[in-house]
């Protein structure tokens, strides 16, 4: 088998193409942008690269055809018990030997850069994007979500990877009953004067993202991550996602004006950008500025949501839910509602996720290959 690595703009197109071809009778696979999964080697665009290095590599048979394609990296602050590499962006015709040789590199590379262990499939980069093997709910996936035959898992088990931890998404019908706590807790708080509920709105980001700002960076410092963001960050992000933006599907609640909980969704781009095939310049753009207009998108995509520790359990998470589900059942051709993963290792947002009134509707997994085959395995720590 011959080894490439990915340097010029021809093997850069394959590193593109090749599971295009793989996927092309597989109804359910959507082509990421050329332009996400190319910024992501750009150490120009992915700051990643000043603490960490990538290379990406094609795999080719005797007949000079891609079969595999991997990108292997390190990233000198991703701190685990041992000194762990990543794996990540793999595609393989179904074939262990082909896989195996793959893995084996990889294993080889991360070695000579003192690497004890390697988790894939995942990003040199943040765990919004491209992170995870799909196990389980062979669907459309949401924009950056990981997608991939069922014989990956396999592929990955047999090779000797373990699982480190699930990835559980949950999803609900818009149109779904919704629980009666919801509706009492409703009832209860709208007889509460300084109690209010708004959507978000394009014309006043400065204040939303304020607002964001104040009650994630309460509402997380007791979930047992400890993130802080910053206001300035967060009204960048906004400015960012300006263009996409719905206004009847995020929600803040305020005790007084005091911002006390936020449920924060965006539509699902790879309904639009399903319809691009990986384009997206100037005529892309003008495609998917189309297709937003004149296509209908039924699947909205629960980014974050979040009570102040004060106003936790005492059912404000209800009285927002149903006014905004009220709302956007009116306003918006949403059927369907999304959660991004959630890993196993944080029964805390588990629980959250649940008292929304979700079902888990797919599995993702994150593996871990130990190089020192006697040591002993351990899964992800409870948080």
């Not at 000043?50 to 990406?56: A, F, M, Q, S, V």
């Not at 094609?58 to 990108?71: D, H, M, P, R, S």
């Not at 393989?92 to 893995?103: L, N, P, S």
């Not at 005091?258 to 997206?280: C, R, S, T, V, Y």
Request: aromatic share 16%; charged share 30%.
């Amino acid at each position: 088998m011959t080894v490439e690595e990915v340097q010029n703009e021809n093997q850069k197109k394959e590193f593109l193409e090749f599971p295009v071809r793989l996927y092309q009778h597989d109804k359910n696979y959507i082509r990421p942008l050329d332009k996400d999964i190319e910024a992501i080697f750009n150490p120009d665009k992915n700051k990643f690269f000043k603490n960490g290095e990538c290379k990406r590599f094609l795999f080719k048979n005797e007949k000079y055809e891609t079969v595999g394609k991997i990108a292997v990296f390190v990233n000198r602050l991703y701190k685990q018990n041992q000194p762990t590499g990543g794996i990540g962006f793999f595609d393989c015709i179904e074939d262990q030997e082909t896989a195996d040789f793959i893995f084996d590199y990889c294993k080889k590379w991360l070695q000579e850069r003192g690497m004890g262990a390697m988790d894939g499939p995942v990003n040199f980069g943040e765990r919004d994007k491209f992170w995870g093997l799909l196990i389980d709910g062979f669907v459309e996936p949401l924009y950056g979500m990981n997608y991939n035959f069922p014989y990956y898992k396999e592929l990955f088990e047999n090779y000797g990877f373990k699982i480190y931890f699930e990835q559980l998404c949950f999803s609900r019908p818009i149109f779904a009953e919704v629980s009666r706590v919801f509706t009492v807790m409703h009832a209860k708080h709208s007889r509460n004067p300084a109690i209010s509920a708004r959507p978000m709105k394009k014309n006043n980001l400065e204040k939303f993202a304020k607002d964001f700002t104040e009650i994630y960076n309460k509402a997380w410092s007791s979930h047992g991550e400890g993130k802080q963001m910053n206001e300035s960050k967060v009204l960048k992000m906004f400015n960012m996602m300006k263009p996409i933006i719905n206004e009847h599907i995020s929600w803040f609640v305020y005790e007084n004006e005091k911002p006390i909980a936020m449920w924060m969704n965006l539509p699902d781009l790879n309904q639009w950008i399903k319809h691009l095939n990986g384009e997206f310049g100037w005529f892309g753009k003008l495609k998917c500025i189309w297709y937003k207009r004149f296509k209908k998108n039924e699947k909205m995509v629960g980014l974050v949501f979040g009570v102040i520790p004060e106003w936790q359990r005492k059912g404000i998470d209800g009285y927002m839910i149903w006014e905004g589900t009220q709302h956007l059942r009116k306003h918006t051709d949403f059927t369907t509602t999304e959660l991004q993963w959630i890993g196993d290792f944080n029964p805390k947002m588990i629980k959250i996720a649940e008292n929304l009134d979700t079902t888990v509707t797919r599995k993702l997994a994150t593996y871990r290959y130990l190089f020192d085959r006697s040591k002993e395995f351990e899964r992800h720590p409870i948080l």
